[in-house]
DNA sequence: GCTTCTTGTTTACGCGCGTAAAGAAGATTG
DNA sequence: CAATCTTCTTTACGCGCGTAAACAAGAAGC
């Protein structure tokens, strides 16, 4: 037997015996009545079926529980799992998440926030899309909402920023491949279109450089976010010029390494570490397949938990003080090296 | 210079000199009004800078624009690549796509309904778990929202439903797989909790009688969604202990495959066709990966543009008749065979 | 028992917009 | 040009809830 469905709050006050204002109180905040009204209403409560009305409640209270998460690329199982992870956060600490992808177009990074605008979140957590990003619209609208970036900056937009060391972390595996073998190529995309490219082809450089080696940049063309697509292509051709200029690979992010690799294998490139291999291949950010590729891929795990936890825990104390922050909080978390067989 | 923001249509009414009721006309359907009044308000709206509050439109419209699109794991590629062409055509339609994924679990795929009733959309397009779904539950809902249902069938609720014909596409590759060398092993997950993986046992089954073999099943071990890693632990384990019956396996889907071809270049097994070659291994679904694994998987691609285009349109022919229909339509659209290198 | 403080009730208004009805103004037809 | 139809304006009400103010009723302290 299914409860009785009620309607209007003001239903419900009858139904319940409580007035509309103390109903409303307790829906806002449950804790906000006393324990022995609190009783009664959640008693009514399995009796009768009532959820509020989030068009009315949205549309009179000056802030509503919606935060907004802005991610560039959905498809990505990058970002789709520290998607997922901030929702569930999001959930738990009251909070509406509503969950928008970029689809790796400016264009639509601007109009998801348009958007989210219209729906007046008290929060906006953005890993922005980077270089391409619109600075001047993102930028504009941080100023009305309150808004902590992650993954990616953009230099003085938001309240906050978090995201990964990209020097620590590729600094981390060039040093590893430097020590057990030969130095690492950087196999990157010459226009990427994705977050942290430029630092990491930075951050490689300078590695390179303070380890006594001079940088050998493969900057391969390609457009789009077919990453792996561009690995594969790219990697081929090297290959078969011979224009590798070592036995050992960096690649800027994993999609591209799934490509490398698979390209070598194609080639019949054997891939891994010691006798009878022929080529060594890293990558970066430890995607949800690096464990599943051929060799499994090594690669510098970010700290996305950290990253997601704090980038929530941040808006969300903005959001409680009711005041913008007058200094913009950055913080950067290190990555972890993820030994495998690829490298 | 940007435009100057105006907060209410009654504002923007006094502002453009049209009075209110025919600006709520024009924004519920521009092509309502006039001509000449058409262009008079867009020149205003170039001039000020104004979107009707959303919340108010929605507390008083009897139907939303709102389609809530709900997928079961959104971290699968698979489903990414589906939502995302399903959010594009809905905004087409003018409509408000919200995406929604169940993570594999059944309690929150009941909660995402119950989230998406309380914004009272127009319709929704739902890709149920399948049997692990909560049927009362999600037929309750349908009853209540236009509901169509797609990937995976839930027998009699919502109000049409569309996938793929399991039974042509599995019968497609097991066909050619049993022309082109020994007739395959079914690799599966004994619980698989997600859709079409019993239809796909009953299709393989199915199509290797009528081909005169007798079936072979190697349902393993595991929870969740994790398939490439139970692909790879189970696979490993057949593998080791040499107990596979043939030197063929379709896998269920392509997840699994690729954790089985993991499997086997660990084992230094090697997969593809002719000589050389110690396993075929094909999978289902053309995951987007498909194309990078080691070797490059053969597979059957779904129909899912035509999935998801006649999903939503038949939403929203619902919607647009503002009745129910008195009859569930269901169509199953024919996978087409991707032969690449592993079987 | 009283006073004081907390919590609930009653009453009332407003949020921004949909929408209905009646009449005025424009467009169209012959 | 008048007659008719279409479109717009004016006026008014309601949606379901937040919220404020004044007051009543419980709880707590002495």
Same mark, same amino acid.
């Given at each position: 037997?299914q409860?009785?469905?009620?309607?209007t709050?003001?239903e419900f006050?009858?139904?319940s015996g409580i007035?509309?204002?103390?109903l409303?109180?307790?829906?806002?905040?449950p804790?906000s009545?006393?324990?022995?009204?609190?009783?009664?209403i959640?008693a009514?409560?399995?009796?009768y079926e009532?959820t509020?009305n989030?068009y009315?409640i949205n549309?009179?209270r000056?802030l509503?529980?919606?935060i907004g998460i802005?991610?560039?690329?959905?498809?990505?199982?990058?970002?789709?799992?520290?998607?997922r992870?901030?929702?569930?956060?999001c959930?738990?600490?009251?909070?509406?998440p509503?969950?928008?992808?970029?689809h790796?177009s400016?264009?639509r990074?601007v109009e998801?926030l348009?958007?989210?605008?219209?729906?007046?979140p008290?929060?906006?957590l953005?890993?922005? =899309?980077?270089r391409?990003s619109?600075?001047?619209?993102l930028?504009?609208?941080c100023?009305?909402?309150?808004t902590?970036?992650?993954d990616?900056d953009v230099?003085?937009v938001?309240d906050?920023?978090?995201?990964?060391?990209?020097?620590q972390s590729?600094g981390?595996?060039?040093?590893y491949?430097?020590r057990t073998?030969?130095p690492p190529?950087?196999?990157?995309?010459?226009?990427?279109?994705?977050?942290?490219a430029?630092?990491?082809?930075?951050?490689?450089e300078r590695?390179m450089?303070s380890l006594?080696h001079?940088p050998?940049?493969?900057?391969v063309?390609?457009?789009?976010?077919?990453?792996?697509?561009?690995?594969l292509q790219?990697?081929?051709r =090297?290959i078969?010029?011979?224009a590798l200029?070592?036995?050992?690979?960096?690649c800027?992010?994993?999609?591209?390494?799934?490509?490398v690799?698979s390209?070598?294998?194609e080639r019949?490139l054997?891939?891994?570490i010691?006798?009878?291999h022929? =080529?060594r291949v890293a990558?970066?950010?430890?995607?949800?397949?690096a464990r599943?590729?051929?060799p499994a891929l090594?690669?510098?795990?970010?700290?996305?938990?950290?990253?997601?936890?704090t980038?929530?825990d941040?808006l969300?104390?903005?959001?409680g003080s009711?005041a913008r922050?007058?200094?913009?909080?950055?913080?950067?978390f290190e990555?972890s090296i993820v030994?495998?067989?690829?490298?």
């Amino acid at each position: 037997m299914q409860p009785q469905r009620v309607r209007t709050m003001e239903e419900f006050a009858a139904l319940s015996g409580i007035s509309r204002p103390t109903l409303s109180k307790y829906f806002n905040d449950p804790t906000s009545v006393r324990p022995s009204t609190r009783e009664r209403i959640e008693a009514a409560l399995s009796r009768y079926e009532y959820t509020p009305n989030i068009y009315a409640i949205n549309q009179n209270r000056q802030l509503t529980r919606n935060i907004g998460i802005v991610v560039p690329y959905l498809a990505d199982p990058f970002f789709a799992e520290v998607a997922r992870m901030l929702e569930r956060l999001c959930a738990k600490s009251g909070f509406n998440p509503i969950l928008l992808s970029s689809h790796g177009s400016a264009d639509r990074e601007v109009e998801n926030l348009s958007s989210l605008r219209s729906i007046r979140p008290a929060g906006v957590l953005l890993a922005p =899309l980077g270089r391409r990003s619109r600075r001047e619209e993102l930028d504009a609208f941080c100023r009305d909402i309150p808004t902590v970036l992650f993954d990616c900056d953009v230099e003085d937009v938001g309240d906050a920023f978090f995201g990964s060391n990209n020097t620590q972390s590729i600094g981390l595996i060039v040093e590893y491949l430097c020590r057990t073998g030969e130095p690492p190529a950087f196999f990157e995309m010459a226009q990427a279109p994705n977050p942290n490219a430029q630092k990491r082809r930075v951050a490689y450089e300078r590695a390179m450089v303070s380890l006594g080696h001079s940088p050998m940049l493969l900057s391969v063309e390609g457009q789009g976010w077919d990453f792996e697509n561009i690995g594969l292509q790219e990697a081929g051709r =090297l290959i078969e010029t011979r224009a590798l200029p070592t036995n050992t690979l960096l690649c800027s992010n994993d999609r591209l390494a799934i490509g490398v690799l698979s390209a070598a294998y194609e080639r019949g490139l054997r891939v891994g570490i010691g006798h009878g291999h022929a =080529l060594r291949v890293a990558g970066h950010d430890d995607h949800p397949y690096a464990r599943y590729t051929c060799p499994a891929l090594t690669t510098v795990a970010q700290n996305y938990e950290a990253i997601a936890g704090t980038s929530l825990d941040r808006l969300l104390a903005i959001i409680g003080s009711g005041a913008r922050p007058g200094a913009r909080e950055t913080c950067l978390f290190e990555g972890s090296i993820v030994l495998r067989k690829s490298a």
